[in-house]
């Protein structure tokens, strides 16, 4: 069973089009991330996101926007896209707190 | 604000080594401190995490230390196999007063175990 799964694995767009990616777990956790990974491999946290609060990394633009339907799930979608948003976007989980985090296997957005 | 920084970016040894890979961050206001793998193309693995309170924590070959007062946290590699060859990344969760637990990466460890 996989714990934290992302769709799709990889995503190739036109510059201006309007995306999402989807994220779900099965872990039952309360919190969860999305982070970029950029093209020299550095990883930053965009959001991270309960049933009580969302909170957003200052540097992300508007453009992005997380959304949960449901606890297990946290998709984002991204409005306008540019040719600096080709990244790998993961996913992540976590039960209470500072507890560890659960990666998704990523998605590779490619903007053309 | 919070700066992990990991040192080599890139190290090569031969099979059966023991080894350390650092990291350092610049506050050491943290709940804790965590250690992850990152095979090419792969999402990443979790392997220690050390609480804010602990000093060292261990799982099979991997041994992770912390000091907080230093900055500093090891990740140890004890007879290292060809199959550990991966990236090793560093994260911590500074305090934030705002109730959020958001990892603070470093640029990560390229380790190479040669046969």
């Known amino acids: 069973d996989t714990a934290v799964s992302q769709t799709p694995k990889y995503l190739v767009t036109q510059m201006g089009n309007d995306k999402s990616i989807k994220c779900e777990q099965n872990l039952g956790h309360d919190t969860m991330y999305w982070y970029k990974q950029d093209s020299k491999k550095f990883l930053k946290i965009m959001f991270s996101y309960n049933n009580k609060e969302l909170i957003i990394n200052e540097t992300v633009p508007n453009r992005f926007s997380p959304k949960s339907p449901d606890k297990a799930h946290l998709n984002l979608h991204i409005n306008s896209l540019e040719l600096g948003d080709s990244a790998v976007y993961f996913c992540?989980?976590?039960?209470?707190?500072?507890?560890?985090?659960?990666f998704g296997p990523g998605t590779r957005l490619t903007v053309l | 604000k919070q700066e992990v920084t990991q040192i080599p970016a890139a190290l090569s040894v031969p099979e059966g080594e023991n080894l350390v890979l650092n990291c350092s961050f610049t506050?050491?206001?943290?709940?804790?401190l965590q250690w992850f793998r990152q095979d090419p193309g792969k999402g990443l693995t979790s392997l220690l995490l050390?609480?804010?309170?602990?000093r060292e924590q261990t799982s099979g070959r991997l041994n992770a230390s912390l000091d907080k007062s230093s900055g500093r946290s090891t990740l140890y590699i004890a007879a290292s196999q060809p199959g550990d060859s991966a990236t090793y990344l560093c994260a911590a969760i500074p305090y934030s007063g705002a109730g959020s637990y958001q990892l603070t990466f470093g640029k990560g460890t390229k380790l190479s175990v040669i046969p």
């Open positions: 506050d050491s206001a943290i709940y804790n």
């Open positions: 992540a989980s976590s039960g209470q707190g500072s507890d560890t985090q659960y």
């Open positions: 050390i609480q804010s309170s602990q």
